[in-house]
Each structure stands twice: as C-alpha cells, then as structure tokens.
C-alpha cells in the first residue's frame, strides 16, 4: 500500500514538473497568437509560481522561479522514493 502511494506522489510530481517546463514554453508564444487553453495554462502556472516570485524575484528580467520549483519538486520526490 505503500508503494502505490509513493508512485502515485512520483508521477504526480513528475506531472507538476512537465506542466512547468509546458507553461514555461508557452510563455514565449505571443500574446495575441494564444489562443484560451494556452492563456488558461499560463494563468495556472502564474498562480502556482506566485509564492516562489515572492521570494525569488526575476533577476535582470528572468524569471528562476520556474526553475526553482523544479528542484524544490525533484528534492520532494527524491525525499518519497527515499523513505
């Protein structure tokens, strides 16, 4: 029971990761060429990467907050599969 429930928490973190790096992409498509499914997943990232913004602002104009929550999400898995 277990380990059905770490696989769950790993691949729904491997999920979160994909829908980031997604999100991240999409962002360079211009913003009157998106259509609302795109619009709708930035919106989404926005809000889930807001906290990280907070603490981690842009620097020179880049923002490292996808970036971040990446290796927070990693150090999160490693940390279940671990147990």
């Known amino acids: 029971m277990v380990e059905v429930v770490k696989n769950f928490l790993h691949y729904l973190i491997e999920g979160l990761v994909w829908f980031i790096i997604l999100g991240s992409l999409l962002t ?5 060429k ?30 490292f907050s996808p970036l971040v929550a990446i290796i927070f999400l990693q150090l999160i898995d490693s940390l279940i599969r671990g147990l």
Not at 28 to 32: A, K, L, N, R
Not at 47 to 57: A, G
């Open 28 to 32: 360079f498509i211009p913003p009157h």
């Open 34 to 63: 998106r259509n609302s499914l795109i619009n709708s997943v930035i919106e989404l990232l926005d809000y889930l990467l807001s906290p990280i913004r907070k603490v981690v602002p842009p620097v020179s104009g880049i923002d």
